[in-house]
């Protein structure tokens, strides 16, 4: 993978916002996981939760953080331990409906972060040049603790911008950093299984989403 390939990853989002009249100040995180009921609900709202942490903001700079199953529940309500791991963040879990992925969703999405690496595989096979901005949750965790946040634009310069430039960063280094274990990259499904396993992956999907909000805004989790 290399910067130049990167750059032209996101040159084509950028054209496609300009044809499909998506606003070029917005920047779009997509969560992926099955069913859209258990992981990638719990990941939107802890990404909303710890960027209004940081920016104190609602319209967080114009990020926008929506998630999808690749065989997702369309309509359905997120699971109920699901939103018990959430309000022990103190995150707002009210309004979710579960949605199906769809071509749409990978097309307007500037990042999309998945469960697993087979979620990542799918949402790579849908095509739309999806390749060089989706990653597994852990994976992007991984590679942006080796940025350097000092190379990527001030939030002064806008929050945008930024992200931008973290995801081309994170997409030029994916190749030469690799995974320790093939299980580092994966967040274990909870559906089913009893409260005290979705906590724990809760506190995995909290851990790993802390650095990537932190890089995203420049701004350090509250204490």
Known sequence: ????????????????????????????????????????????????????????????????????????HEGAPM????????????ADASGFTGRELLDEHVIMADLVLTATRDHRAQVISMGHSAGLRT??????????????????????DGMVDRARALVRAAAALRGWLLAPTAEADEVYDPYGAPLTFFRSIGDEIHQALDPVVTALTGVPARA
């Open 79 to 90: 699971e109920a331990n699901a939103e018990a791991v959430l309000a022990d963040f103190g």
């Open 135 to 156: 990653f597994t949750l852990k994976e992007f965790t991984r590679l942006v603790r080796a940025i350097d946040p000092t190379t990527l634009p001030p939030l002064e």
């Open 1 to 72: 993978m290399t910067a130049p390939d990167a750059g032209r990853g996101i040159w084509d989002m950028e054209e496609t916002r300009t044809f499909t009249g998506l606003p070029r100040d917005t920047f779009r995180i997509l969560h992926v996981s099955t069913g859209n009921v258990c992981r990638s609900p719990i990941t939107e709202r802890l990404t909303r939760h710890a960027l209004a942490n940081r920016l104190g903001d609602p319209l967080w700079g114009g990020v926008v953080v929506e998630s999808a199953g690749t065989w997702g």
